[in-house]
């Protein structure tokens, strides 16, 4: 059994390489992509690619699931994800300071987007914190709780509130790398994910993690969970 220090290291070259990362932070929102797709966003070739996926497959930070002729590649568990938003986290906070405009893939991104199985970015905290200040939650520096009249607020939206089997915490807080302030965590924020995409309030947005409010949404947000949404980036630079 290798030594703490001796696998932190091995995770940290594997992440270091920048077409690896490139290609884990397509793989944060908990999608499974194809060598091709992954290729295409690393900007490397195919043979390039299948070598970097296989060093990662080694070093157990994703798994590979083959339906019929195909191979699609997925970060192997929650955990994976929660490393890779704590390193953008720590680059963000820590990295020498920078004036850079950001681009218009950047914006989208910080306005909403999944991280991993839930909501993060602008979107994100504004749900968090709607729901902290209706009472329906309370997060800690560490954990949460769901109060009785935020359980029936979610089951009123057709979210399940058992909790699950496993020992997966139930509600937490995520600091999250752009807004640098909690979003919603756990098992409660991937049902939350989960049931904006089934009432049409948010829809993926192409080749990207990052995530669109519809009109519906919009309306939906306001009016049920009482969030205040910013302008989106388009609007905002109109």
Do not use: N
Not at 95 to 122: F, I, K, M, V, W
Not at 124 to 150: F, K, M, W
Not at 169 to 194: I, K, M, Q, S
């Amino acid at each position: 059994m290798m030594s703490g220090s001796v696998g932190m290291a091995e995770v940290a070259a594997l992440v270091g390489d920048t077409a690896r990362a490139q290609m884990l932070d397509a793989l944060v929102d908990g999608r499974a992509l194809t060598a091709g797709e992954l290729a295409y966003t690393a900007r490397v070739s195919p043979p390039t690619a299948s070598a970097h996926l296989a060093k990662l497959l080694d070093g157990g930070l994703i798994t590979v699931i083959k339906q019929g002729r195909h191979r699609y590649y997925r970060l192997a568990s929650a955990s994976v994800g929660r490393m890779l938003e704590s390193i953008m986290l720590v680059a963000a906070v820590d990295s020498p300071p920078r004036y850079r405009p950001r681009s218009a893939r950047e914006e989208a991104l910080r306005y909403a987007r999944s991280c991993y199985d839930h909501l993060a970015g602008q979107l994100g905290v504004a749900i968090a914190d709607a729901l902290v200040r209706r009472e329906h939650v309370s997060l800690g520096d560490d954990g949460g709780t769901v109060t009785p009249s935020g359980a029936a607020l979610m089951r009123g939206l057709g979210i399940d509130m058992a909790e699950p089997q496993r020992g997966r915490v139930f509600c937490r807080p995520c600091l999250d790398w752009t807004e640098r302030r909690p979003h919603l965590a756990g098992v409660l924020g991937a049902r939350l994910l989960c049931r904006c995409f089934e009432l049409g309030w948010i829809e993926r947005g192409r080749d990207s993690r990052a995530i669109k409010v519809t009109p519906r949404g919009r309306d939906g947000l306001q009016e049920q969970l009482g969030v205040e949404l910013p302008a989106p980036p388009k609007a905002r630079a109109a």
